[in-house]
């Protein structure tokens, strides 16, 4: 079992929705959370990092950790067709030597 | 915000031959790098740490005599893919760490051996 679990898609929605990501996580221990967004040929972005569970905003985005169930997400209100790309869940768990762990990500495409 | 510049953002070499890509923060200290290689349509696989003035640590797997890193300053690291082959092509990532959240990647290195 991979430490932290994302699905591949693609996930395809319609310009103006809302997309929702998800990962799983199976180390209790993790602490830190990120959000990156990686478009083809491009190094990751970073969009999101949190640290407890809970909601946090940033414009269009909303990152949300719920340590209970070890589950993490990120949603994109009013999506548009520049947010096509794919989206990585990371955590930094403890111990780790400062070595991030990645989800597979999630290929996102909005259409017009 | 912080800023990390990869180059090149692109090579072709012939197999055999030697590549160099170099990875610098621009506008902090990076103690730390990361080197990541990631096929397409898969997620980044870490190659190996890259700590300030000492030896790299590799990840499992990875051939510490083919993936030569270099961290001599604390703004510059370098990766060397030596006698390069076919199988190495892939697309090629740095990373620096500032904080618990704060890390930044580079624009990525498509290599291409032919």
């Known amino acids: 079992q991979k430490e932290v679990e994302q699905d591949p898609g693609p996930l395809s929605v319609p310009e103006g929705a809302i997309v929702s990501l998800n990962c799983t996580y199976s180390?209790?221990?993790?602490?830190?959370f990120m959000w990156y967004r990686q478009y083809s040929r491009k190094g990751p972005e970073l969009l999101m990092y949190?640290?407890?569970?809970g909601n946090k905003e940033d414009g269009r985005f909303t990152a949300q950790v719920d340590k209970s169930s070890k589950y993490i997400s990120l949603f994109i209100r009013d999506s548009q067709p520049s947010d096509s790309a794919t989206y990585l869940c990371?955590?930094?768990?403890?111990?780790?030597?400062?070595?991030?762990?990645f989800g597979g990500g999630t290929r996102v495409l909005v259409k017009p | 915000g912080a800023v990390v510049s990869q180059h090149p953002s692109w090579v072709i070499c012939k197999s055999g031959t030697s590549v160099k890509i170099e990875c610098r923060s621009l506008d902090f200290q990076a103690t730390t790098m990361f080197w990541y290689r990631q096929f397409p349509k898969q997620s980044l696989m870490l190659m190996a740490t890259?700590?300030?003035?000492?030896?790299?640590?590799?990840e499992q797997g990875v051939e510490k005599d083919k993936f030569l890193i270099n961290h001599a300053s604390l703004t510059l690291s370098t990766l060397t893919v030596t006698s390069a082959h076919p199988e190495d092509s892939s697309f090629y990532i740095c990373?620096?760490?500032?904080?618990?959240?704060?890390?930044?990647f580079g624009s990525g290195t498509r290599l291409t051996v032919v």
């Open positions: 990373s620096a760490r500032q904080g618990p959240g704060g890390y930044t």
């Open positions: 949190t640290y407890s569970s």
């Open positions: 890259s700590n300030e003035g000492s030896k790299a640590t590799y």
């Open positions: 990371a955590s930094l768990p403890p111990a780790a030597g400062n070595k991030l762990t």
């Open positions: 180390n209790s221990a993790f602490q830190y």
